[in-house]
């Protein structure tokens, strides 16, 4: 019902909706680029794969109804941070904070806010860093700035958060209150892995160092 009013009010929906996909393609470009560079630079790609995605209209409604906020188009500019959230699975976990680095060094990106669960995962054993960014997208006659959520992680969290949300996330009937731990377990095995990985590449050629300083990047404006 509320969505069917949402959409009523289709053309200013579906423009916002627009300037969030706009949103995304910029964000998107942004992290191929620096992709790009670093693999001519090092041989090496820190991105392994990029997923992006528009919140759909009746979990935009669904958000909104659960916060008390009001069911309109700028209601959710004002108070929604993930209308466009982009996914960034990086190879190593160093590579998570370097284009952390990387990317708010941009001077037409501002942080809004980050919540690191890498560094405090949740409870159920969730990491990944999330950061919500603001961006202007270039339109015929204005520049508008857009939210995005950045979410970076590596492949192997990446691993548990999407089989995590296949059985449990979410799920009126996920993983029984006693087998919890289990799933935790599970997340502290693949940080572990994340952590070995990172151990053995420092010991092969790639000088992590090296490669951090070269790739340290000045503001760029
Ligand atoms: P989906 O289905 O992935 O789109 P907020 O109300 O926005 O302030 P919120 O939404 O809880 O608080 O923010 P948070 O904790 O930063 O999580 C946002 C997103 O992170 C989620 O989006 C998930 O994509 C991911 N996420 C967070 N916690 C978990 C978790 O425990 N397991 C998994 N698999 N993913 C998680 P959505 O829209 O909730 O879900």
Redesign the pocket.
């Given at each position: 019902e509320f969505v069917g009013m949402f959409l009523r009010r289709g053309q200013a929906f579906m423009e916002m909706m627009t300037y969030y996909r706009c949103a995304l393609m910029e964000m998107e470009t942004k992290f191929n680029v620096m992709n790009e560079e670093f693999s001519l630079q090092f041989d090496r790609e820190p991105i392994s794969n990029i997923k992006t995605?528009l919140?759909s209209p009746q979990?935009i409604v669904d958000?909104l109804l659960r916060?008390d906020f009001p069911i309109d188009v700028s209601s959710v500019e004002d108070n929604?941070?993930?209308i466009a959230?982009i996914?960034v699975i990086c190879s190593f976990l160093d590579d998570v904070y370097m284009l952390e680095e990387a990317l708010l060094k941009h001077d037409d990106v501002t942080l809004i806010?980050k919540?690191d669960?890498i560094a405090s995962p949740?409870k159920?054993?969730?990491r990944?860093l999330?950061l919500i960014v603001s961006t202007p997208i270039f339109l015929a006659h204005e520049k508008r700035m857009m939210k995005v959520?950045v979410?970076l992680r590596t492949i192997a969290m990446d691993f548990?958060?999407?089989?995590?949300?296949q059985i449990?996330?979410?799920k009126k009937n996920g993983i029984p209150q006693g087998n919890l731990s289990e799933l935790y377990e599970c997340a502290e095995m693949s940080a572990e892995l994340d952590r070995r990985m990172a151990e053995l590449r420092k010991k092969c050629g790639i000088a992590r160092d090296g490669e951090k300083e070269a790739f340290h990047y000045e503001k760029i404006s």
């Amino acid at each position: 019902e509320f969505v069917g009013m949402f959409l009523r009010r289709g053309q200013a929906f579906m423009e916002m909706m627009t300037y969030y996909r706009c949103a995304l393609m910029e964000m998107e470009t942004k992290f191929n680029v620096m992709n790009e560079e670093f693999s001519l630079q090092f041989d090496r790609e820190p991105i392994s794969n990029i997923k992006t995605r528009l919140k759909s209209p009746q979990s935009i409604v669904d958000k909104l109804l659960r916060k008390d906020f009001p069911i309109d188009v700028s209601s959710v500019e004002d108070n929604l941070n993930d209308i466009a959230g982009i996914r960034v699975i990086c190879s190593f976990l160093d590579d998570v904070y370097m284009l952390e680095e990387a990317l708010l060094k941009h001077d037409d990106v501002t942080l809004i806010e980050k919540r690191d669960y890498i560094a405090s995962p949740k409870k159920n054993g969730y990491r990944s860093l999330h950061l919500i960014v603001s961006t202007p997208i270039f339109l015929a006659h204005e520049k508008r700035m857009m939210k995005v959520e950045v979410q970076l992680r590596t492949i192997a969290m990446d691993f548990w958060a999407s089989l995590e949300h296949q059985i449990n996330y979410k799920k009126k009937n996920g993983i029984p209150q006693g087998n919890l731990s289990e799933l935790y377990e599970c997340a502290e095995m693949s940080a572990e892995l994340d952590r070995r990985m990172a151990e053995l590449r420092k010991k092969c050629g790639i000088a992590r160092d090296g490669e951090k300083e070269a790739f340290h990047y000045e503001k760029i404006s």
